[in-house]
T-cell receptor, first 114, second 115 residues
């Protein structure tokens, strides 16, 4: 049981548009993570939110941003979409900030940029 | 910078047999965590097993076990009695014990279990 709900499952956007992806962890899990899985590039860490604050950020341009809400759900926003943003975006949860706690993933949002 | 290397892009095994997937990593840290995740065709990333670097005992989870060699920076996954449902991409991942909570991933090994 992943305990992470992501939406939408699939979407297609045009280059230059903006997209918002959503993630809801099960109750009581305060940390939310975003990863990008692009073909041939493996998984890349995007963002970590905990208790409503951004705790860490990967090497992505500022047009990748997000936020975490008081109920610990999260949004990932990508502005000015580029073709190479096409990827599976995975959201994950853990129960707290304790290092090494297992991270559980949702089923992802497939983004295609045309 | 930490890196994770999986040297076997593809592997196959017969059902009921045993297979070992390799993973090496590079870090200057002494305390860290290692994970194996599987990603079946559904794309759901599923935790297989977790190892804490300060523990010498190798982690096991049912048919899955690891061979953790800290000095060699090696973390291989052994799957015993392979089942068709084990067919998936397997990713090795590293997280240091600091508080950045960032998983660093290998590029994966595609495992096919043949009937």
């Amino acid at each position: 049981e992943a305990g992470v709900t992501q939406s939408p499952t699939h979407l297609i956007k045009t280059r230059g548009q903006q997209v918002t992806l959503r993630c809801s962890p099960i109750s009581g899990h305060t940390s939310v993570y975003w990863y990008q899985q692009a073909l041939g590039l493996g998984l890349q860490f995007l963002l970590w939110y905990d208790e409503g604050e951004e705790r860490n950020r990967g090497n992505f341009p500022p047009r990748f941003s997000g936020r975490q809400f008081p109920n610990y759900s999260s949004e990932l926003n990508v502005n000015a979409l580029e073709l190479e943003d096409s990827a599976l975006y995975l959201c994950a949860r853990s129960s707290d900030r304790v290092p090494g706690n297992t991270i559980y993933f949702g089923e992802g949002s497939w983004l295609t940029v045309v | 910078a930490q890196t994770v290397t999986q040297s076997q892009p593809e592997m196959s095994v017969q059902e009921a047999e045993t297979v070992t997937l390799s993973c090496t990593y590079d870090t200057s840290e002494n305390n860290y965590y290692l994970f194996w995740y599987k990603q079946p065709p559904s794309r759901q990333m599923i935790l297989v097993i977790r190892q804490e670097a300060y523990k010498q005992q190798n982690a096991t989870e049912n048919r899955f076990s690891v061979n953790f060699q800290k000095a060699a920076k090696s973390f291989s996954l052994k799957i015993s009695d392979s089942q068709l449902g084990d067919t998936a991409m397997y990713f090795c991942a590293f997280m240091n014990a600091g508080n950045n909570r960032k998983l660093i991933w290998g590029l994966g090994t595609s495992l096919a279990v043949n009937p």
